[in-house]
């Protein structure tokens, strides 16, 4: 799978908006991009998940530049449930392999 | 969504013993599903592909002896730790991949926190 690049972390307040980056310079043309987040001492959450297009759903926004070589995760306006891990996945469409997961970006949401 | 069902929550065992997790795909058939194994403060690490009706696929350096998976029907997964030691301890967590009627991502299970002691 090709390689991800996330800040290690990003701090914002409650009620405002969070964006996310991810770099992905390497992806190729069949790559989707997938978004999950971790809470403390849960399972992965998947978040959003899109190939080129930006992508909006009930959790959050997804934009994907025009090269695809990186994207932001949008969350419109951060609670303090939105603190937890973000991960930033590049996989092909179809297949059965497993998720490669990097260290991802520890959001901390401040009151 | 699917929802993915693992029991139990957590577990305390003593060395040397064997653990049983299970993980069901409650309202999705699944022919695959995934064992992700995290450590604290570090990432998911994908230990095994479990496919239903055959073998599992194991990542390098995971032990297939000693982390046996049975997946015997297409709800239902299980990951036995066989013959535990504390360096075993660890957060389970298992995955199944939702694609159909389209492509919506991975749905994980809330993990089995493992203690041995």
């Known amino acids: 799978d090709a390689k991800t690049t996330q800040p290690n972390s990003m701090e914002s307040n409650e009620e405002e908006p969070v964006h996310l980056p991810c770099n992905h310079s390497?992806?190729?043309?069949?790559?989707?991009i997938h978004w999950y987040r971790q809470l403390p001492s849960q399972g992965p959450e998947y978040v959003i998940h899109?190939?080129?297009s930006n992508v909006n759903n009930r959790m959050a926004s997804l934009a994907i530049a025009e090269d695809r070589k990186s994207s932001t995760l949008i969350l419109h306006r951060a609670t303090l449930r939105d603190a937890a891990v973000y991960y930033c996945?590049?996989?092909?469409?179809?297949?059965?392999?497993?998720?490669?997961f990097g260290k991802g970006t520890h959001l901390i949401i401040q009151p | 969504g699917a929802v993915v069902s693992q029991h139990p929550s957590w577990v305390i065992c003593k060395s040397g013993t064997s653990v049983k997790i299970e993980c069901r795909s409650l309202?999705?058939?699944?022919?695959?599903m995934f064992w992700y194994r995290q450590f604290p403060k570090q990432s998911l690490m994908l230990m095994a592909t479990s496919n239903e009706g055959s073998k599992a696929t194991y990542e390098q350096g995971v032990e297939k002896d000693k982390f046996l998976i049975n997946h015997a029907s297409l709800t239902l997964s299980t990951l036995t730790v066989t013959s535990a030691h504390p360096e075993d301890s660890s957060f389970y967590i298992c995955?199944?991949?939702?694609?159909?009627?389209?492509?919506?991502?991975?749905?994980f299970g809330s993990g089995t926190r493992l203690t041995v002691v």
């Open positions: 899109g190939l080129t």
């Open positions: 995955s199944v991949r939702i694609n159909k009627p389209a492509d919506y991502g991975y749905t």
């Open positions: 309202d999705f058939q699944a022919t695959t």
């Open positions: 390497t992806i190729s043309g069949t790559d989707y």
């Open positions: 996945i590049l996989r092909g469409r179809g297949g059965a392999d497993g998720l490669t």
